[in-house]
């Protein structure tokens, strides 16, 4: 079963900051950040594991609470690189080794 | 040169038509993994394959079958295309994970746009 994200879009300008959110209905063994440029592949962000922790690329940031079943995703003092479509992927178990991933949410950052 | 590529990058075809996408990778990845991205639904799992023995079926495998020819190579067939299979097709890779960090990422293709007529 899919994640759901929220917002599904977002228009930032240049140094404001922004939160999606992944929420699933299951439990979670892991999820997976990506970000995808119009026309072109995902590109990897970060992996969260089961434990609550956070992790930083640059200045985006995770969250993962594995007893609400959920990540989020911070997006501080945004650039104009930051703009794209941002999936997250979730593993239910520590066996599961594939993604059921979320439907996405456009941030567009303008100057 | 890319680690993952994917053949053709963009095809036409016909309704009813049988057409083969492929998939290599020079990365040395047991796991790959076929995806169609649709607009507003993200990506869902085709197939997915842990080794060249082993193929599993993800959650929108009718309609589609696959070939593991070696481990670095990967086909997704659509045996008789319809216009619902328009959609923009990802392989992607991963490894099985070692040490200290036992998830590894999954590596994308740069993809091939299908339009069925």
């Known amino acids: 079963q899919q994640p759901v994200q929220s917002p599904q879009a977002v228009i930032l300008r240049e140094g404001e900051d922004a939160v999606i959110n992944c929420s699933s209905s299951k439990a979670l063994y892991s999820v997976h950040w990506y970000r995808q440029k119009h026309g072109e592949a995902p590109v990897f962000l970060m992996i969260?594991?089961?434990?609550?922790e956070q992790k930083g690329h640059e200045k985006i940031s995770a969250s993962f609470n594995e007893k609400k079943q959920q990540s989020s995703l911070y997006l501080t003092a945004s650039q104009l690189s930051y703009s794209g479509t941002y999936f997250c992927?979730?593993?239910?178990?520590?066996?599961?080794?594939?993604?059921?991933f979320g439907a996405g949410t456009t941030v567009t950052v303008r100057a | 040169d890319a680690d993952v590529t994917q053949t053709p990058r963009n095809r036409i075809t016909k309704t009813g038509k049988r057409i083969m996408l492929e998939c290599s990778q020079t990365?040395?990845?047991?796991?790959m993994y076929w995806y169609r991205q649709d607009p507003g639904l993200g990506l869902r799992l085709i197939y997915y394959?842990?080794?060249?023995?082993?193929?599993n079926k993800g959650e929108i495998s009718d309609g589609y079958s696959v070939s593991r020819q070696a481990q670095a190579k990967f086909s997704l067939s659509l045996e008789s295309a319809i216009p619902n299979q328009t959609a923009l097709y990802f392989c992607?890779?991963?490894?099985?994970?070692?040490?200290?960090?036992?998830?590894?990422?999954?590596?994308f293709g740069p993809g091939t746009r299908l339009l069925v007529l």
């Open positions: 992607a890779t991963s490894d099985s994970g070692w040490g200290d960090y036992p998830r590894e990422t999954q590596y």
């Open positions: 990365k040395g990845h047991d796991r």
């Open positions: 992927g979730t593993e239910g178990s520590s066996n599961d080794y594939k993604l059921s």
């Open positions: 394959s842990f080794d060249v023995k082993d193929i």
């Open positions: 969260l594991l089961k434990g609550g």
